[in-house]
């Protein structure tokens, strides 16, 4: 059975960080772009970061750049994104997700969600101020 399972969401005070994890089971992520999405209360989801597998490509929403970080490592069949100078609108539930068409997100649509096809269930991420 396919699943994706993050880890790491929690109660952090503002500027404080997390690192959200993302595993694969029942299949590899290799060659697959994998994103992080967000929701927040009350408002649509939105993409956050992704990276690619053939090129290294990453993506990043603007309002994360400069304090977001995603890597991942192949070997262990996982996906991480360092949060740091987390701020109270970083509060939301966090999913990360895996496009199996694609295995770059250097293209402008490469983060559009109906793309993805396999989620997770996601992780709270709670900032207080």
């Known amino acids: 059975q396919v699943q994706l399972v993050e880890s790491g969401g929690g109660l952090v005070q503002s500027g404080g960080s997390l690192r959200l994890t993302c595993a694969a089971a029942g299949f590899t992520l290799d060659y697959y772009a994998i994103g992080w999405f967000r929701q927040a209360p009350g408002k649509e989801r939105e993409a956050v970061s992704g990276i690619g597998y053939s090129d290294h490509s990453t993506y990043y929403a603007d309002s994360v750049k400069g304090r977001f970080t995603i890597s991942r490592d192949n070997a262990k069949n996982t996906v991480y994104l360092q949060m740091n100078s987390l701020q109270p609108e970083d509060t939301a539930v966090y999913y990360c997700?895996?496009?199996?068409?694609?295995?770059?997100?250097?293209?402008?649509?490469?983060?559009?969600?109906?793309?993805?096809?396999?989620w997770g269930r996601g992780t709270q991420v709670t900032v207080s101020s």
């Open positions: 997700a895996a496009n199996t068409m694609r295995s770059s997100v250097a293209a402008a649509q490469a983060m559009t969600q109906h793309e993805y096809n396999y």
